[in-house]
C-alpha cells in the first residue's frame, strides 16, 4: 500500500476560519509576558528575528514561541497556546468552509487546552484519559467501556505511540465510531522510514529516549503507520497542506494529520 503523503495542492481559500466567537482572547500584556518568558528560557529563538504568523484556532497573528524539550521554534501561539498538530487539525475540520466538528459526537483523547477550549462548547464533546483529572472518562484506550458505535470522531494527538499495544487501541477507536466515523491522529513519525521501530525490550526511559526520542515512548513510527490503521479495519487518508500555509500557520512539514474513517457498512 502507497503510503506516501499527497503533494501539498492548493488548498480552498477558506481554510483556516477561525472558530466562531472569540477563543481565549488574552490580554496584550499577558501575550507580552508569554513572549517575555519564551525569551528568557531561550533567546536564541529571537536571535535572527521572528515572522508572525496566524492561529487558525484563535485568529491571533504575532510571533509564536517555542515549546518541548529541547524546543521547537514557533510552535505555540501566544494567544490560546495551541501547537503545530492543533493547527494543522483545525485547518481540516475548517477546510472548505464551515466546520466539520461542531455539533459532533466527539471522544478526545489526552485533550489539549488549545482544542479543548473551542470544542468543549459543543454538548457532546467528551474526553477521555487514564490519569488526567477533570476528563469525562477515566479510561485505558485499549479497554473502553463505550457501547460499539457511539461517536463521529475521535481525536488522539500524540497518544498511540505511548501505548503498549496499539494495535488493541486502534481496534478500539474503530469500535466506538459509527459507520462513517472518523479518527483523527497524529504521531511522532519519521517519514524516512518505511517500517516503525519498536522492541519490547527497550523499556529502560534513558534507552527509549535514545531510540524513540522520548522516556516514555514505545516506538518511532515510519509510514506503516498507516498499515496498521488499515488493519484495525480504517480507511485512511493524510492531510496536509501547501508549503506557504505551513509558514502561515507554522506547522511542521513531518507532521501529517491521518484520517482514519470507519467504512459505512
Ligand atoms: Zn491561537
Not at 497524529?186 to 518505511?194: D, E, G, K, S, Y
Not at 497542506?241 to 513531518?254: C, D, G, I, K, Y
Amino acid at each position: 500500500m502507497d503510503n506516501t503523503p499527497p503533494s501539498t495542492g492548493e488548498r480552498p481559500a477558506t481554510i483556516g476560519q477561525p472558530a466562531a466567537g472569540p477563543v481565549q482572547t488574552a490580554s496584550r500584556w499577558a501575550i507580552a509576558r508569554r513572549t517575555a518568558g519564551a525569551w528568557f528560557r531561550d533567546r536564541y529563538q529571537f536571535s535572527g528575528g521572528k515572522l508572525p504568523r496566524t492561529c487558525p484556532i484563535c485568529d491571533h497573528t504575532g510571533v509564536m514561541i517555542g515549546v518541548g524539550h529541547p524546543p521547537r521554534w514557533d510552535a505555540r501561539c501566544t494567544n490560546c497556546g495551541s501547537r503545530e498538530r492543533h493547527r494543522l487539525l483545525w485547518l481540516w475540520a475548517t477546510e472548505g468552509g464551515g466546520n466539520r466538528l461542531t455539533g459532533k459526537h466527539i471522544l478526545h483523547f489526552a485533550p489539549e487546552k488549545a482544542l479543548r477550549q473551542v470544542l468543549g462548547r459543543d454538548p457532546l464533546y467528551e474526553t477521555a484519559d487514564l490519569r488526567q483529572k477533570g476528563v469525562t472518562h477515566l479510561v485505558d484506550i485499549t479497554h473502553l467501556p463505550m457501547a460499539d458505535a457511539t461517536y463521529d470522531f475521535v481525536i488522539a494527538n500524540h497518544v498511540l505511540e505511548h501505548i503498549d499495544d496499539d494495535r488493541q487501541a486502534m481496534r478500539e477507536l474503530f469500535r466506538v465510531l459509527r459507520a462513517g466515523g472518523i479518527a483523527l491522529l497524529t504521531v511522532p513519525l519519521n517519514p524516512t522510514r518505511a517500517e516503525s521501530y519498536e522492541s519490547p525490550g527497550i523499556t529502560d526511559p534513558v534507552a527509549r529516549n535514545a531510540h524513540f526520542n522520548a522516556p516514555d515512548h514505545r516506538r518511532y513510527y515510519g509510514l506503516d503507520f498507516a498499515d496498521r490503521l488499515r488493519e484495525a479495519g480504517f480507511a485512511v487518508e493524510i492531510f496536509r497542506v501547501t508549503q506557504a500555509q505551513e509558514v502561515r500557520f507554522s506547522l511542521l512539514p513531518m507532521e501529517w494529520l491521518y484520517v482514519a474513517t470507519r467504512p459505512a457498512g
